[in-house]
Structure formats: structure tokens, C-alpha cells
């Protein structure tokens, strides 16, 4: 498993995270961390919106990833990922997505 980590959206090295997904630019965008109450869904859909074109406009073919649809269904879950070069988890509560990890079987997949 490689990582590709940015404290700020894409950080400064953006083509490392296309060289990291190897042949399959296939890339699942994981919102979860912004799953958290008294959220201002304007703002989190413009977020999200902003993200997932910054990662097409780096040529990554990009899919959106709720795992909350995936709760107690590891086992499609594990199917579906096996569909992706790679995975962008949104910027937000780590809190909130360590727990929707645990609940899709994301944690040990």
C-alpha cells in the first residue's frame, strides 16, 4: 500500500499522487470525514466539487465513494475497491471517518 499525503488539498506534489496509481487512474473520492453534524452543505458540496475537479483535472478518472452505503457490507465494499487505482478521502473530522471505516470494514480491507 503507498500513501500520498497533503495537509491542504492536493499539496504541492499532485503528480506524485497520479504516479502512485499506477496504470488504473481509476480513483475513488471518499467524503466521509466531513460527515459531522451542523455541517453547511453549500459549502461542503462546493468543497467537494472543487476537489473532485482538481483530481480530474490531473487526469484521474474519479468516482464518488460513500461508505456509509457500505455499512455492514464488507464484502462488497472489498469488491467495489478492487475497482480503483486508488483512494482521496476527503479533509475533515478523522474521527467521524475512522469510525465510518470501521462500520464499512474499510479498516480492514
Request: hydrophobic content about 35%; overall charge positive.
Amino acid at each position: 500500500m503507498k500513501f500520498y499525503l497533503s495537509s491542504f488539498k492536493l499539496g504541492n506534489k499532485s503528480a506524485e499522487l497520479v504516479r502512485l496509481t499506477g496504470k488504473n487512474k481509476k480513483i475513488a473520492y471518499i467524503p466521509n470525514a466531513g460527515d459531522y453534524t451542523k455541517i453547511d452543505w453549500d459549502r461542503r458540496n462546493n468543497w467537494e466539487k472543487q476537489d473532485i475537479q482538481s483530481l480530474k483535472d490531473l487526469g484521474l478518472s474519479v468516482d464518488y465513494l460513500d461508505l456509509k452505503k457500505y455499512f455492514g457490507k464488507t464484502n462488497q465494499l472489498r469488491k467495489k475497491l478492487n475497482e480503483f487505482g486508488g483512494v482521496f478521502f476527503r479533509g475533515g473530522n478523522t474521527f467521524i471517518l475512522r469510525q465510518a471505516m470501521k462500520l464499512s470494514g474499510f479498516d480492514i480491507i
